[in-house]
């Protein structure tokens, strides 16, 4: 079975700064997507960003962008330039890829509580 | 605006009553998803429905009774529940086609069963 690990539940980042968050996961599969998603308050669950596992380029979304690491089976997210609206849960989520066999869900790590500190 | 609709937001219901959930999605997927969110639990996969049928059930209470009329449609029927399935209850979708499968969440519905 998949697992993905968030091993940091909080983390506190000046406004305007830099923050990584930490992502690891574990699998068999070699083929697969890795996303992260953000929480806001109201709760809905919003992509941040999706890493496809064959590609070797790391996946940016302007201020946000990962650092993937294949063989270390880790996904780190980089939030540039942190804005007060950042501040929510994040969660780093895994999805094998399409298998025709019907739709595998998400699975996802704890979530790590980013705090933006103005 | 989110593609994928929730109702209600919030529901309190008794432990005998029976109650709905309602998801619609306008993003013309073809899967379809329940997820519950609970305060000491990552989120937890609960049902997913692929072109109308049920293709995973993870091992969730026969209390929880899913439903899915066409693509666009996902319900999740509630009765005789527990305190301890209080909780978020979000629904999600997803076009599976290859590389086109990334999920999407709606609001969520807030259960509190008392």
């Known amino acids: 079975a998949q697992t993905v690990t968030q091993s940091q539940p909080e983390m506190s980042v000046q406004e305007a700064e830099t923050v990584t968050l930490s992502c690891t996961y574990d699998?068999?599969?070699?083929?697969?997507?890795l996303f992260w998603y953000k929480q806001p308050p109201s709760r809905q669950m919003i992509l941040v960003i999706r890493?496809?596992?064959?590609?070797?380029q790391n996946a940016t979304e302007n201020r946000f962008s990962v650092n993937f690491q294949k063989a270390a089976k880790s996904f780190s997210l980089k939030i540039s330039d942190s804005q007060l609206g950042d501040a929510a849960m994040y969660f780093c989520?895994?999805?094998?890829?399409?298998?025709?066999?019907?739709?595998?869900?998400?699975?996802f790590g704890k979530g790590t509580h980013l705090i933006i500190q103005p | 605006e989110t593609g994928v609709t929730q109702t209600p937001r919030h529901l309190v219901m008794g432990m005998t009553n029976k109650k709905s959930l309602k998801c619609e999605q306008h993003?013309?997927?073809?899967?379809m998803y329940w997820y519950k969110q609970s305060a000491k639990k990552p989120l937890e996969l609960m049902f997913v429905?692929?072109?109308?049928?049920?293709?995973e059930n993870n091992s969730v209470p026969s209390r929880f009774s899913p439903e899915c009329p066409n693509s666009s449609h996902l319900f999740l029927h509630l009765h005789t529940l527990q305190p301890e399935d209080s909780a978020l209850y979000l629904c999600?979708?997803?076009?599976?086609?290859?590389?086109?499968?990334?999920?999407?969440f709606g609001e969520g519905s807030w259960l509190t069963v008392v």
């Open positions: 890493q496809e596992a064959y590609k070797q």
């Open positions: 999600a979708s997803s076009q599976e086609d290859r590389g086109r499968n990334t999920i999407y």
């Open positions: 699998t068999s599969e070699s083929d697969y997507y």
């Open positions: 993003l013309g997927h073809n899967a």
């Open positions: 989520a895994y999805r094998p890829a399409y298998s025709g066999g019907g739709a595998d869900g998400l699975t």
């Open positions: 429905y692929s072109l109308e049928e049920r293709v």
